[in-house]
C-alpha cells in the first residue's frame, strides 16, 4: 500500500476509534481479495471510513456518487479508497465498466444497492445495478450489513461513543442464462437485497422486511454454503 494510504488510514481509523466503538470481528470472514463484489446497506457519512479502514489492506474500488468528488477532501479520500464517480439517476456505462474492470484486476468491489443514505438505518428500495454487474461480471456478491451509526448524532451531541456493528454474510452468484426481462430483474433484485437484509435486526430491514416473502431463484450458492436468510434473527 502507499504511504498516502497508509495515512489516511491510520488518521481515519484513530477518528473512528474515538468517536465510535465497532463491532468487526466478522471482516476476518471477508477473503483478502476479489474477484468480489460486496453488497451494503448505505446509512450516513460514516459508512465509508467504516467500511473501508476495516477492510484494509485489501485491494478496493467502490461506486460512489458523482457530487462526492466535488468537496475536495471528501474526494481525496475516496480517490485514496478507489472510489469509481458514477452519476446517479441514468445509466452510467463509463462508471459500469471502470466496476468491471477492478473485477477483473481482482479487487473488492463495494456497492450500495440504495443508492442514497437512510440516515434512519432502515433498508430503502434498491437500484438493480448491482444485479446487472452480478450478471455481466460473474463475480460472487456478499452482503455486509451493518447498523448502530444512525444513533452518531445523538450520540456525538451527548459525548457518547457510537456502537457500530459489522455482520458478513455468505456469498452466492446472481445467474440468469438470457438478457433479463423487467419482471426477473425486479425478482432478482429482492432476491438479492433480502439477503442483504436478513443480516440485520427486523427494525432494520425497511422495504425488505418481509423474509417470508424471498425467493432464491436466480440465485446460486456453493455446496456448503447456506442461504443468509437463514441467520435472520429477530
Not at 457530487?67 to 481525496?76: L, R, V
Not at 458478513?168 to 419482471?183: L, M, T, Y
Request: charged share 20%; proline share 6%; net charge neutral.
Amino acid at each position: 500500500m502507499t504511504f498516502r494510504a497508509q495515512a489516511v488510514q491510520f488518521t481515519i481509523r484513530g477518528l473512528l476509534g474515538f468517536l465510535c466503538r465497532v463491532d468487526d470481528d466478522e471482516i476476518a470472514r471477508i477473503p483478502s481479495q476479489g474477484p468480489l463484489i460486496i453488497m451494503v446497506n448505505h446509512i450516513n457519512f460514516l459508512d465509508a471510513p467504516v467500511g473501508f479502514t476495516s477492510l484494509y489492506p485489501r485491494p478496493m474500488a467502490a461506486l460512489v456518487k458523482k457530487e462526492t468528488f466535488d468537496n475536495p477532501f471528501i474526494g481525496f479520500l475516496f480517490d485514496t479508497w478507489g472510489g469509481i464517480p458514477i452519476r446517479r439517476g441514468e445509466a452510467d456505462l463509463e462508471a459500469f465498466l471502470k466496476a468491471r474492470e477492478a473485477l477483473q484486476e481482482e479487487k473488492i468491489l463495494v456497492v450500495a444497492p440504495e443508492g442514497t443514505r437512510s440516515n434512519h438505518g432502515r433498508l430503502l428500495k434498491a437500484h438493480p445495478g448491482v444485479v446487472l454487474l452480478a450478471i455481466k461480471s460473474g463475480a460472487p456478491v456478499l452482503p455486509v450489513a451493518y447498523y448502530g451509526a444512525e444513533r452518531f448524532q445523538q450520540n456525538f451531541s451527548h459525548l457518547l461513543r457510537t456502537e457500530v456493528h459489522i455482520r458478513v454474510g455468505n456469498p452466492f452468484r446472481v445467474v440468469n442464462d438470457a438478457q433479463p426481462n423487467r419482471s426477473d430483474l425486479d425478482q432478482m433484485l429482492g432476491e438479492v437485497m433480502f439477503q442483504l437484509a436478513a443480516l440485520l435486526p427486523a427494525g432494520y430491514r425497511g422495504h425488505y422486511s418481509h423474509l417470508d416473502q424471498a425467493t432464491e431463484k436466480f440465485l446460486h450458492f456453493e455446496e456448503g454454503v447456506s442461504s443468509n436468510l437463514l441467520r435472520a434473527g429477530g
